[in-house]
């Protein structure tokens, strides 16, 4: 199994609402990673896990909340965005942070604030 | 000046051609990854590479070290190619967590 999933595929919420995102993997990989993608913009970086705990916070606002409660799982969890938070939202998994590893994205989840 | 350059941004080719893209970067690394994003969608790793070429399929990757470059070859061209392709690096910096840091994507469109 060398997927990487994530749930769900859309979301529409309010700037009011509470929302997580989810992503999954079974690779046994202890590096996972959340990016942002504004439309036809690379990616950026917004969180790290390494062996389910926080590495690094791209100074991303406490409106974005990751939490890794196992290897294998990873939350984002979304309260009070903005508009201008519309993005896909991609996960990726890695061996490991250190050493050379191939990262693997999940199809993203596109989230629209409205 | 970017980390990491594409070139070209923005690529129309007829099908059966052989197409380029191309990445330069400027900061040591430890592995160069091409990937690929189809319109709306998620990224699909293409190739990892620290060194020479790799091939898969009709697709060809290559990096040269010493002159920071690499390219990314598609032998035969067929419209489902059509994606971006972006250039990434993982900087051999000690304190790196792994984070790759991405070029701004080629886009290619290829016609039937």
């Known amino acids: 199994d060398t997927e990487v999933t994530q749930t769900p595929k859309h979301l529409v919420m309010g700037m009011t609402n509470k929302k997580s995102l989810k992503c999954e993997q079974h690779?046994?990989?202890?590096?996972m990673y959340w990016y942002k993608q504004k439309a036809k913009k690379p990616p950026e970086l917004m969180f790290v896990y390494s062996y389910e705990k926080l590495s690094i916070n791209e100074s991303v606002p406490s409106r974005f909340s990751p939490e890794c409660p196992n290897s294998s799982l990873l939350n984002l969890h979304l309260h009070a965005l903005q508009p201008e938070d519309s993005a896909l939202y991609l996960c990726?998994?890695?061996?490991?942070?250190?050493?050379?590893?191939?990262?693997?994205f999940g199809p993203g989840t596109r989230l629209t604030v409205t | 000046k970017n980390e990491v350059e594409q070139s070209p941004q923005n690529l129309t080719a007829q099908e059966g051609e052989f197409i380029t893209i191309n990445c330069s970067y400027s900061v040591g690394i430890s592995a160069l990854h091409w990937l690929q994003q189809h319109p709306g969608g998620g990224i699909v790793s293409l190739f990892m590479?620290?060194?020479g070429k790799k091939k898969h399929g009709r697709l060809i990757a290559t990096i040269n070290i010493q002159e920071k470059h690499s390219s990314l070859h598609i032998t035969a061209s067929h419209p489902r190619d059509s994606a971006v392709y972006i250039c990434a690096v993982r900087s051999d910096y000690g304190g790196s967590q792994g984070n790759l840091i991405f070029g701004k994507g080629t886009k290619l469109s290829v016609k039937p």
């Open positions: 590479l620290s060194s």
């Open positions: 990726a998994s890695s061996i490991r942070t250190s050493g050379s590893y191939e990262q693997y």
């Open positions: 690779m046994g990989h202890r590096a």
